[in-house]
Nanobody, 125 residues
Framework: QVQLVESGGGLVQAGDSLRLSCAAS????????MGWFRQAPGEERKFVAH????????YYADSVKGRFFASRDNAKNTAYLQMNSLKPDDAAVYYC??????????????????WGQGTQVTVSS
């Protein structure tokens, strides 16, 4: 079991930056790939970013590429999502998720085994 707790969300203006954190406890954090997803009201949960177990590989949704950056500190059992140049369309509840480390990249919600409770990001125009 892995427990995940997100933090760092809030209300910002368009163009601002936020950094989300995802603190993990339980099993060895470095055994897991991490994903970031978001869900806006009335919409399905969507993939945002993926970072592999070592932090050496990242992958992003086209909508955030070049603006969002995933990282992790395995010594601190924490993953991060740096979000820059935020837009109103980025507003959503953001979730971090974990799955056992694998060479297979996946953007599918169903492939991730553990989820945090989510943190709200609101972007005003």
């Amino acid at each position: 079991q892995v427990q995940l707790v997100e933090s760092g969300g809030g209300l910002v203006q368009a163009g601002d930056s936020l950094r989300l954190s995802c603190a993990a406890s339980g099993r060895t954090f470095s055994s897991y790939d991490m994903g970031w997803f978001r869900q806006a009201p009335g919409e399905e949960r969507k993939f945002v970013a993926h970072i592999n177990w070592s932090g050496g590989y990242t992958y992003y949704a086209d909508s955030v590429k070049g603006r969002f950056f995933a990282s992790r500190d395995n010594a601190k059992n924490t993953a991060y999502l740096q979000m820059n140049s935020l837009k109103p369309d980025d507003a959503a509840v953001y979730y971090c998720a974990a799955k056992p480390a694998s060479v297979v990249l996946t953007t599918q919600v169903s492939r991730y085994d553990y989820w945090g409770q989510g943190t709200q990001v609101t972007v005003s125009s």
